[in-house]
């Protein structure tokens, strides 16, 4: 039997800023990232996701971005790679922190935006994340992009790691993400998102922007939640899988 893991990102919510959908995408999907407050999220937000999390038997992992809170993570930063580590470990242990109080297992680690982009293909960075993730926690997950310089550095620190693809996102024809400033880096269909996911998962094949078909050997799929019609969408994700006797499980179980 075929498996597959659904992550979204999640607990971006602020203050009394409310983002995303979580409370209505949660029991969809298989694994989470959870803001830790560098790019979104704060403390009881923090706390809220992971034990909405346990209500809904989710697995759950650290969202690490760069300390931008204003540009919600997206913008690139002059950090030196000591800057990362400890700043990736910052990020893990405060959300450690909440999992160890509600008796939650922390499955994986999951760069957020820019920091995500960055370590897509910079080696350095992305040995900096797999490092900090390693003196943190040997036993926690990397999620990488796959055919990535994330995969790679997770090879060389010898961490564990899953390989990660986009159900809604265009790709190029190097395997890569469609830039999100670029037309069509997002798509938005229903059903041709839900069509793709199944190729990703059984033929191990995604359509690049360009038409071509570029191979990807996936064990996460990542859904967005945090977009309008979001919740629809991993639903029709989830029952087009379901409908082929795909099983959905966290990767980490």
Request: hydrophobic share 45%.
């Amino acid at each position: 039997m075929m498996t597959i893991d659904l992550n979204c990102d999640m607990g971006e919510s602020f203050g009394v800023y409310k983002l995303g959908y979580d409370e209505e995408a949660m029991p969809y999907v298989t694994s989470i990232n959870v803001a830790c407050g560098f790019h979104a999220s704060d403390p009881g937000n923090m706390l809220k996701t992971v034990r909405l999390a346990k209500k809904y038997d989710v697995a759950v992992g650290a969202h690490p971005s760069f300390p931008d809170l204003v540009g919600f993570g997206r913008r690139v930063m002059a950090a030196s790679l000591e800057e990362i580590k400890a700043d990736v470990m910052y990020q893990i242990g405060a959300l450690w922190a909440f999992c160890k109080a509600e008796g939650v297992k922390l499955q994986h680690v999951k760069p957020h935006g820019a920091l995500y982009n960055v370590a897509e293909k910079d080696m350095a960075t992305a040995v900096a994340i797999a490092e900090s993730i390693k003196a943190v926690d040997p036993e926690l997950y990397m999620v990488c992009l796959g055919n990535s310089a994330m995969t790679e550095a997770a090879k060389k620190v010898g961490v564990k790691y899953v390989e990660e693809a986009f159900a809604d996102r265009a790709y190029t024809s190097q395997g890569t993400l469609v830039p999100r400033r670029q037309a069509g880096a997002v798509i938005h269909d229903v059903n041709a998102v839900a069509d793709r996911v199944l190729s990703m998962v059984k033929n191990k094949t995604v359509t690049a922007i360009d038409g071509t078909v570029v191979s990807i050997a996936a064990q996460t799929i990542c859904v967005h939640g945090d977009t309008p019609g979001a919740v629809e969408m991993i639903k029709a994700i989830r029952a087009k899988l379901e409908q082929e006797n795909i099983i959905l499980k966290a990767f980490g179980r």
